[in-house]
Every structure is written in structure tokens, then in C-alpha cells.
């Protein structure tokens, strides 16, 4: 591992790469397209977009079948799409299940759509996925959530789909 990729916390790496994919951009951070760990990262965060698509769609509607709490705060997500005929268990760390509630709190909801309780972000979600994001702000040198909330522009767009 180089230098430049030792600076680079993981979590929030995952974390980025969840919530707004399209941020970082192959010319400028090579190292997150070469080195091997960066390539599990992307791997497992666009896994964890295709999760967030499923749970938020519209048509066809997922269902979430069951959320098991693990020992170490993670949990085992099933849910399916009937219409589909299409199935998944995912294992998810604790990280994993609050970057993946938290990235569903920011999709749009309609009454029709009303997301599942149990897939309802929490505080310690929220903190988990902040304070991630904090360390990536350090290390890359951005600006952080403390200096964006007291700017006047507004945040930029993203997407959110892979």
C-alpha cells in the first residue's frame, strides 16, 4: 500500500461511495481503482446501492422479509420482489446497515411508498455514518460538515445510483 492510499479510511471510503458514488473520479483518485482494498470497497458499496435501489423502487415493489440484529450490531437483511420471482440475504456490518438506512432516509418517499420501520434510520445510524465521513473529510482535506453547514450554497447534486 502507497502512501497516498494509507491516508484513505475505509469506512468512510464506503460510505462515500454509497451515498454519492459519481465523487470520486478515476483520473484524480487513481489509487482507489488500482490498490486491491479499494477495489473490494467500490465492489461492496455498489452492492450496497444495488440494496438501497431495490428497498426504495417503486414498481417492482421489494419486500423486506426479515432483518435479524447480529452480535456485533450488524444484522442479516432478506427481502425479495415477488414480481421478480427474485431473492437476497445480504450480511451486513453495522456500518453497512446504517450507510444502507441512511442512504434510504435520503430517497424520496410517496404515501404508496412508505418505508418499512425497521429500515427507519437511527441516531446511532446517523452518528455512524457522520463520523465516518468525518474522517474522510480530514484526510482528503475537504472541507468539513461543520463548514458546509454554515456556508450559503447549497449541496451538490448527486445521483445515487450506480
Same mark, same amino acid.
Given at each position: 500500500?502507497?502512501?497516498?492510499?494509507?491516508?484513505?479510511?475505509?469506512?468512510?471510503l464506503l460510505c462515500a461511495l454509497v451515498l454519492a458514488p459519481t465523487?470520486?473520479?478515476? +483520473?484524480?483518485?487513481?489509487?482507489?481503482?488500482? !490498490?486491491?482494498?479499494?477495489?473490494?470497497?467500490?465492489?461492496?458499496?455498489a452492492q450496497l446501492r444495488t440494496i438501497v435501489r431495490h428497498l426504495?423502487?417503486?414498481?417492482?415493489?421489494?419486500?423486506?422479509?426479515?432483518?435479524?440484529?447480529?452480535?456485533?450490531?450488524?444484522?442479516?437483511?432478506?427481502?425479495?420482489? #415477488?414480481?421478480? #420471482?427474485?431473492?437476497?440475504?445480504?450480511?451486513?456490518?453495522?456500518?453497512?446497515?446504517?450507510?444502507?438506512?441512511?442512504?434510504? !432516509?435520503?430517497?424520496? #418517499?410517496?404515501? +404508496? +411508498?412508505?418505508?418499512?420501520?425497521?429500515?427507519?434510520?437511527?441516531?446511532?445510524?446517523?452518528?455512524?455514518?457522520?463520523?465516518?465521513?468525518?474522517?474522510?473529510?480530514?484526510?482528503?482535506?475537504?472541507?468539513?460538515?461543520?463548514?458546509?453547514?454554515?456556508?450559503?450554497?447549497?449541496?451538490?447534486?448527486?445521483?445515487?445510483?450506480?
Amino acid at each position: 500500500m502507497n502512501a497516498g492510499s494509507e491516508r484513505i479510511d475505509r469506512d468512510a471510503l464506503l460510505c462515500a461511495l454509497v451515498l454519492a458514488p459519481t465523487t470520486f473520479a478515476r +483520473n484524480r483518485f487513481f489509487v482507489l481503482y488500482t !490498490e486491491p482494498w479499494a477495489r473490494r470497497t467500490r465492489s461492496r458499496a455498489a452492492q450496497l446501492r444495488t440494496i438501497v435501489r431495490h428497498l426504495a423502487a417503486q414498481t417492482p415493489k421489494a419486500e423486506l422479509r426479515e432483518l435479524l440484529p447480529l452480535d456485533d450490531g450488524g444484522a442479516i437483511l432478506r427481502y425479495g420482489v #415477488h414480481d421478480l #420471482h427474485f431473492e437476497r440475504t445480504a450480511i451486513l456490518d453495522a456500518l453497512e446497515l446504517a450507510v444502507v438506512r441512511f442512504a434510504l !432516509e435520503q430517497r424520496p #418517499h410517496t404515501t +404508496n +411508498n412508505a418505508p418499512d420501520l425497521r429500515m427507519a434510520t437511527t441516531d446511532d445510524d446517523r452518528r455512524r455514518v457522520e463520523q465516518a465521513l468525518a474522517k474522510l473529510t480530514e484526510r482528503l482535506g475537504l472541507a468539513s460538515v461543520s463548514d458546509l453547514s454554515n456556508s450559503s450554497l447549497p449541496p451538490p447534486p448527486t445521483t445515487g445510483d450506480s
